[in-house]
């Protein structure tokens, strides 16, 4: 059940900088007495290499928990009913394990419980914290900045209160939708709707740009805001189909809400695509493919996202033990290209 | 989105026992000077409201970090893939929210995690821990109680080491396994076959009991082995087709597990439930009421389990705070019965 992952050792990285073993020892945990071109070559190998040291060595000298959250800013029943967040702790499960560091997963029934998250961070039951799934206007990150733990954001958070930049990976979500609308403009589609994501989410409002970048502002009931859910996806595809009768073509901020959408349009008799084409985007499996029809959609490489983000968090946490500044940690925010994947729909 | 939950106040549990508030803090803190009778009611009150302190009055004199973890002892991705677990977790979220103790998931990717899982409940980030999905051989129950943390387990262990009774929550999976045989017996099927969970899961074994307790030991070959998994209700279902064409009924140890066995039937042509019932156990929607044909199930009450799991815990805990031996702190065991809920296919 474990899958095999095939993790850098100390010896590989001693060979890489060509020193030795104990060389390498002494840089990764931090000691002194190892002169600074080679010191500069060891590190080298370990980025390259992508080692993290092993427990027993590294907690001699850092104090770590080797024990890392994870935070989802959706209330837990969410969390297991969209397949996107099921996907994104895979990659960082993946990730953590291979590294032997615990995946800690703090759960919560909504935003209300967002201060005792951040008191559980700040306790100092764990190295760092990856979170995902941000809203607008929630206090968590500036909680966890004042906490003081290394985080890592899967989205590019949305705050302007002059703090440096945040630690991100996230999909080219502007550019996907750009690639999606345009693909149903070459069809032929002239009025191309667009059901929003939570507009309190980046991931949304880059969609929602990336639809306008292609459509302009040409008729503002073409847009209709949503949440991401398939319920939603249903509401806001009747109140489209009631305002502009004459659609031809829905971009869906998600599968799911892509989802809702296709079941309205089956109930009201349009046929996809030949009457409505519609496109989502994720590409959760079987979700997409198990559409009917089979879903159109931008894919985004969620469990790699995941795996990206325990990625930079460990090699962050790791220059930190050897007193490297943030900025020197080699780790620097990443926005990963997506992929329009042609099925039935569109 | 939170649930609004009515949680029992210092002044009920004052109220009720007849004494003031300061008499109950006493009390519930673990504090001394109140004499024994009075104590005594205070105690009485506080089980039968089910009153747990709040948090920034007990963390005075308790330690406590306010926060449970929850191991589930499958890989991860196997929590995600069965709506079981996901049903489990709400009931354990819902009542940790409503006692203001954070919910620490503790993923793994396979059993050979969890000494690292051990090494974290030992660490004191937790005040207690939910276990469940245990497999026979685990040393996880072993390392748990090595590190000291209370635990209360969701379905019944099984080990025989001498050591005192561990304190968990279950179906009555022999008693709905019965019921369900008894069921297939009443349509006056007489071919009737088992495809089990995985044996090395005391629910596995409790419902293959269930069904040896009317079947007899009639026809061995009746009874496949599986593994709570759609894939391998496919397979045994091929199998049994194979040893047994005659087959008129298929009691499945899981509704995942009849699900597959109901696609090999409809891909071999057979009809449900003219020519085979079906009966699974569960009953996680939409997957039961969705089958095709809808499924007659064992319905447990899976959120209750884990609600009651918490429930548990959290008394257990409260009565450890005010210097409670376990026996005197009013929790043991509870067995939840189970309901045949009649569908289409059996």
Known sequence: MTEAVSRPTLEAV??????SRATVSRVVNGGDGVREPLAERVRQAVEELGYVPNQAARSLVTKRH???????AEPEARVFADPFFA???RGISKELTAHDNQLVLLLTEGRADHARVARYLAGGHVDGALVFSLHLDDPLPGLIRNAGVPTVFGGRPDWSDGTPGPLYVDSDNRGGAREAVRHLVDLGRTRIAHITGALDQTSAVDRLDGYRDVMGEADPRLVVESDFTPGGGERAMRELLDRC?????????N???A??????LRERGRRV???????????????????DPPLTTVRQDIEEMGRLMARLLLRGLAGRA???APADAAVSSVVLPTTLIRRASA
Chains 1, 2 share one sequence.
């Open 255 to 257: 599968d799911l809400t």
């Open 14 to 19: 001693a060979a890489r900088a060509g020193v």
């Open 259 to 264: 989802l809702g959408a296709l079941r309205v």
């Open 66 to 72: 080797d024990a890392v959250a994870v935070v989802i």
């Open 245 to 253: 009768p004459d659609v031809d073509a829905v971009f869906a901020a």
């Open 273 to 291: 695509p030949e009457d409505v084409a519609v496109i989502g985007f994720d590409d959760v499996l079987p979700v997409a493919e198990e559409a």
């Open 87 to 89: 996907l994104q702790l």
């Open 322 to 324: 050897r007193g490297a």
